[in-house]
């Protein structure tokens, strides 16, 4: 669900700056713990960047290896993974890095490990072992629109995700949505999707007597 969900952003940044999707992913993947990560959950931040003399934004402490740290807290897991690819771009300890094809994902895992992106002495070993246990080496070789395609693909072959909705299933950031009609309630969107009205209102921060409106 991470690698569907983030993968078509990961391809972006690719195409944007040059670092492999594979190993934006497998990052992503490790350092979150598929996004379900303490960091992740209350700070958006899914590559443990701290927060050093360079960010000017908020803040989120965070205990890690017995000591507490002040990470970086973004709008949004997108934004994250913009700053991660700023990060690596900007400093210079990574420049070696991006001599290499963007496909050589074991080299970009070797050259991580060795310029310390994290404390952990097998951290290329785990992200190769990631990257190539899920396949992530495959989008290396997208283009975003294809990355794009294969997102909206999945999702729709998961009717189980989506229920049985005769409305069409758009996309936004890798998650799935609909556009709400004329005369539309909890309970006939609930009907549509197989989702029940109380997740509904969780997953849109809606109050129980919300009317909805053409296009919501």
Partial sequence: RYVLQY???AVEQMTRHGIPASITLAQGLLESGAG???LATEAN???GIKADSRWNGRTYSHLDNGNWHKFRVYNSAEKSYEDHSLFLVGNSRYSALFKLDRTDYKGWARGLKNAYYAEDREYDKKLISIIERYGLHQYDRYTVADARKNQKKAYYSKEQ???KSTKEILLANGLPYVIASTGDTYAS???ETGISKRKIRKYNELYK???FKEGD
């Fill in 7 to 9: 993968s078509a952003i």
């Fill in 189 to 191: 969107l609930s009907q």
């Fill in 45 to 47: 931040n899914h590559f």
């Fill in 161 to 163: 995700s989506i229920g």
């Fill in 36 to 38: 379900k990560s303490e």
């Fill in 209 to 211: 007597e919300y009317s």
